[in-house]
């Protein structure tokens, strides 16, 4: 899993905050598709597309790039699949549809392959699980969950209810935090206050301000993820050693 972003809405320097998921070498999943998500996207795998997104929510650092992935794929043979929780599928058609992008007799999703998801999906025979997050009105943002491998809040407050109970199999715990919390970002104090030993010792923080909050997680032994870094997801066993945490007393 490679980062193709790491910032908040504002650090444009960082990225817009992506993942791109890996199968075998290829493009599996990506995961938000922000402003500069595609820019990015295409200097890693030249003239490709990515087969799938899944949006976690409708802000446009996270779904600007749908535009251009639109028209990249209207004029190749790509249809890529777009999953988004079907409570935000009228939201997501509402923006793309009053773009007027699709032309002539066609829907922009004869082009984009929208996949209303609930709970869980499959997504090339792997099941992934979808929690609702704490980012704004509830159920209005979403995370992404692969036992076993990951979890990626997208961005949200802290959710102990759902990573203290279902996040257990010892897969790296990808969190949104800043260096200071607001009411929809989790702050480096709230991880503290709200996370246990055990999730701290697992979790890479992003959506992030500056790179200079690097120091301020090093400072607090909290690993983070860095434009264009990749993280092996190989299995849960070796999860820890493989994103080389700080250790804690």
Known sequence: MTFLGVGNARATSL???????????KPWLLV??????????????PNSLPPAVFITHCHFDHIGGLEQ???LARFS???PVVYISHLLVSTLVSVLGNTLIAEGRENVWDVLNIVPVHNSFFHQGT????HPVRHHVPNSAFSLHMPGYFFYSGDTRPIPEIIHHNVNNNEII????GIKGNPSH????????E?????????????????????????????????NQTFELNNAATNQALITLPQRA
């Open 195 to 227: 996370y246990a030993p055990n999730v701290l010792n697992r979790l890479v923080a992003y959506h992030y301000a500056t790179a200079e909050d690097g120091l301020h997680f090093a400072k607090q032994q909290i690993a983070y993820a860095q434009p």
């Open 15 to 25: 990225g817009n905050s992506s993942i791109i998921i890996e199968a075998d070498a």
């Open 32 to 45: 938000d598709c922000g402003f500069d998500t595609l820019d990015k996207f295409q200097l890693r795998y």
């Open 186 to 193: 989790t702050g480096l104090d709230d991880l503290r206050r």
């Open 127 to 130: 099941k992934l699980y979808v």
């Open 174 to 177: 990808f969190h949104d935090c």
């Open 77 to 79: 043979d790509k249809r």
């Open 69 to 71: 992935l639109y028209f």
